[in-house]
Antibody, heavy 120, light 108 residues
């Protein structure tokens, strides 16, 4: 059974750092395209970052230079290191899987989300 | 940055048909997918690659598209279909992803 479970969210002051984790089961984070998507309170979905199966990484302009996506060699955990956090980064953060292949570009499995609140 | 535009809200009578649209410059090149999000829940994939329904999604959900517009149609809407719906696709580079602005569907 495919599962994704995020953790690491919480209350953090502006300028602080936080690392989110997403533990997966039923598949490997190495052989899929793994992404982070966030949703600010009462707002829509915003794509944040992706790590492709070849290890290349890409970011939304809103987080570029501040956030870093990575995965571990055990093939079961995805991370999002978030630095220089701002109030506008407050959101529920979801990890999601793009299965890749010829019809890539969609997210077939999602975690339940972890809330990050940036406030003094 | 790439954008996908959706109508903010639509309503549909129980058992009737509703179509939600998504417009964007990347849609002639890349497929659109659709997600249902109920309050307090994670998004759920209902259509991918323009018109493919994942296993377990009722056949009242269908997808289509032409040019820069993708559509999600719910034929015979049920009360449980009341939710927010988002489209997504790639940006023009094909490396990044983009979500639509979202449509709130109300079933009357």
């Amino acid at each position: 059974e495919v599962q994704l479970v995020e953790s690491g969210g919480g209350l953090i002051q502006p300028g602080g750092s936080l690392r989110l984790s997403c533990v997966v089961s039923g598949f490997s984070v190495i052989s899929n395209y793994m992404t982070w998507v966030r949703q600010a309170p009462g707002k829509g979905l915003e794509w944040v970052s992706v790590i492709y199966s070849d290890g290349s990484t890409f970011y939304a302009d809103s987080v570029k230079g501040r956030f870093t996506i990575s995965r571990d060699i055990s093939k079961t955990t995805l991370y999002l290191q978030m630095n220089s956090l701002r109030a506008e980064d407050t959101a529920v953060y979801y990890c999601a899987r793009d299965p890749g292949g010829a019809l890539n570009g969609f997210f077939d499995f999602w975690g339940q989300g972890t809330l990050v609140t940036v406030s003094s | 940055s790439a954008e996908l535009t959706q109508d903010p809200a639509v309503s549909v009578a129980l058992g009737q048909t509703v179509r939600i649209t998504c417009q964007g410059d990347s849609l002639p090149i890349y497929f659109a997918s659709w997600y249902q999000q109920r309050p307090g829940q994670a998004p759920k994939l209902v259509i991918y690659a323009k018109d493919i329904r994942p296993s377990g999604i009722p056949d009242r959900f269908s997808g289509s598209g032409s040019g820069n517009t993708a559509s999600l149609t719910i034929t015979g809407a049920q009360a449980e279909d009341e939710a927010d719906y988002y489209c997504n696709s790639r940006d023009s580079t094909g490396k990044l992803y983009v979500f639509g602005t979202g449509t709130k569907v109300t079933v009357l």
